[in-house]
Structure formats: structure tokens, C-alpha cells
């Protein structure tokens, strides 16, 4: 399986950026998220309630440590990379991300991770940010998501498995890996009116169906 790379000049790299607009009539801007993000994604994160930072870091998390927010925003955009949503131009602000991160000594697989803030969810933000990751990283290399979860709720797991997940086992007990090939790049710009596979386990993932062990951050 070939390790991730950058992707082609001017395709999901930090000179992409894409309007687009949300159900509530706002626009917001999709692009790389970049280090001069850093007060953007501080301000972001301070205004994450307590209960979505405890789904991402599965701890009490009132702020980030230096070292933390630089893992986050000082990203090399190949191997770990993140598509934020901006809104508002001379004042922009950070209102969704999405990331991947490449998983160590597995070429080709990657970590996902979905976050918006609360007052801009159900606008369909979480899943434009997920299809633009997923078209990000499969032009980085990535061939499949791997995710994290506990194995301790058997109807999340039948839940999974009807849907059509494959579930590998890991060294770790109590833990199972959900194993998520990129889904088929899309031949006509017509909008997909039923979910992915990746996208329903994304949302049941974010209605904290499913509960996630971030090994790389989020």
C-alpha cells in the first residue's frame, strides 16, 4: 500500500479554497487550515461546549497545552492535514473542521476526525467537511479510514455491521477498528442525495452513537 504524498498542484493544497453555502442561506469559505490559523483555532475551540470536547479528547479539557495547538495547526499537509470552514471575511471565523492524520508505520491508512460547533450544526456542514476531506486525502494516497471504537455497546456493533462496516480486531482489549475504504470518486457534480457508508458512520459517530478512541488527536 503506497504512503500518503502531496497532492497535485492547485487540488486540495493550501492555494484551494471553495464558497459554498448552508441551509440557513450563510456562506462560509472551505479551505486548508494553516499556521497563521492559530488565534482562529484557539477561538474556535473556546467556544466548543464542554460536551464536544469530551467526545474528541475523552477528558475534561478547558484549554490546550502549547504543545498541543502546535501539533494541531503546524501540520506538514500531507501526512496530517485539515479542511476548515471559515465564515465572515474581514473577521474570519472558524465554525468546522475536518481532519486527517496518517496512521505511524501504516502507509496508505488514515485517522478522520469531524468537529463543528454547536450553533452551526445541522446546517449539513459536518458532512460537505467529511466529502471534501475524503476527496483531500484520496488525492494524498489515502485508501481507507481507520477508526477507533469501543466494543463494549453490542447494538453499536450490530448497528455497524448492518450497515455494511468491516470490524477488525486489535491487540487492545475491548477495542475494535472500523475499517472504511475511500468511497468511488465521483464521475458527474449531480449532488449525492444518499449517504456514503463513511458518512453514516460519521454522523453516528458526532450523535455520540458511536464512541471514538482518537490515537492522533482530533
Known sequence: MPAMHAPPAGLY?????????????????????VPGDRDMYLRAF??????AR?????????????AEVRY?????????????????????HGV????????????GVAEPAVTVLDAWQGQGLGRLLLRRL????????VERFHVDVLADNAPMLNLL????????????H?????????????????????????ERVMRLVANGVVRVLGRVGA
Not at 500531507?78 to 474570519?92: D, I, L
Not at 455494511?164 to 487492545?172: K, M
Open 161 to 172: 455491521d448492518e450497515i455494511g462496516v468491516q470490524l477488525l480486531p486489535t491487540r487492545e
Open 174 to 198: 475491548g477495542v475494535v477498528t472500523l475499517d472504511l475504504p475511500m468511497p468511488a470518486p465521483r464521475v458527474d457534480k449531480a449532488p449525492r442525495r444518499e449517504r456514503t457508508t463513511m
Open 96 to 107: 468546522g473542521l475536518a481532519r486527517c492524520v496518517e496512521l505511524p508505520g501504516q502507509p
Open 46 to 51: 473556546a467556544e466548543l461546549s464542554p460536551h
Open 134 to 141: 475524503v476527496e483531500a486525502a484520496r488525492v494524498r494516497g
Open 54 to 66: 469530551y467526545q474528541r479528547f475523552f477528558e475534561r479539557k478547558d484549554q490546550l497545552t502549547p
Open 72 to 92: 494541531f495547526v503546524d501540520v506538514d499537509q500531507v501526512h496530517h492535514f485539515s479542511v476548515v470552514a471559515v465564515v465572515g471575511r474581514k473577521h474570519p
Open 13 to 33: 493544497d493550501t492555494a484551494w479554497q471553495e464558497r459554498v453555502r448552508l441551509r440557513n442561506g450563510r456562506r462560509a469559505t472551505l479551505r486548508l487550515l
